[in-house]
C-alpha cells in the first residue's frame, strides 16, 4: 500500500523555525532516497532538499541551504525537515517522495505560511 503523509505545516512569522514529518509505507520508504518538494502558489513544485536510504548523504536545493535540515528515522519510516531562519519565499505547500523519481502517487501536502 502506497502512503506518504505529510504533517507539521503551519503558519510562522519571518525568521522563525518549523519542523515537518513525513510518514510513509515501507514499500516506498525501506533503502530508497527520499525528497521534500514544494510547490509555491502560481509556481511549478520544485526540489527542496534529499536524503539517501542509509541517512548518510544530504542534498539541498540553493535556496534552503544552511537553513533546512533534512532527516529520517528508518525504524519509524518517517522523514522530517528542519526549517529555520524561514522567510516569505518559503510559502509553500510541503511534500515528500522518492528521489530522483517521484512516485506517481503524492501525499496532501502541508501548507506552510510564513507571514507577519
Known amino acids: 500500500q502506497v502512503q506518504l503523509v505529510e504533517s507539521g505545516g503551519g503558519l510562522v512569522q519571518p525568521g522563525g523555525s518549523l519542523r515537518l514529518s513525513c510518514a510513509a509505507s515501507?514499500?516506498?520508504?525501506?533503502?530508497?532516497?527520499m525528497a521534500w518538494y514544494r510547490r509555491a502558489p502560481g509556481k511549478q513544485r520544485e526540489f527542496v532538499a534529499h536524503?539517501?536510504?542509509?541517512?548518510?548523504?544530504?542534498s539541498y536545493a540553493a535556496s534552503v541551504k544552511g537553513r533546512f535540515i533534512i532527516s529520517r528515522d528508518n525504524d519509524k519510516y518517517t522523514m522530517y525537515l528542519q526549517m529555520n531562519s524561514l522567510n516569505p519565499e518559503d510559502t509553500a505547500v510541503y511534500y515528500c517522495?522518492?528521489?530522483?523519481?517521484?512516485?506517481?502517487?503524492w501525499g496532501q501536502g502541508t501548507q506552510v505560511t510564513v507571514s507577519t
Open positions: 517522495n522518492t528521489h530522483p523519481r517521484p512516485q506517481n502517487y
Open positions: 515501507r514499500a516506498i520508504f525501506w533503502g530508497s532516497t
Open positions: 536524503i539517501s536510504g542509509g541517512g548518510s548523504r544530504t
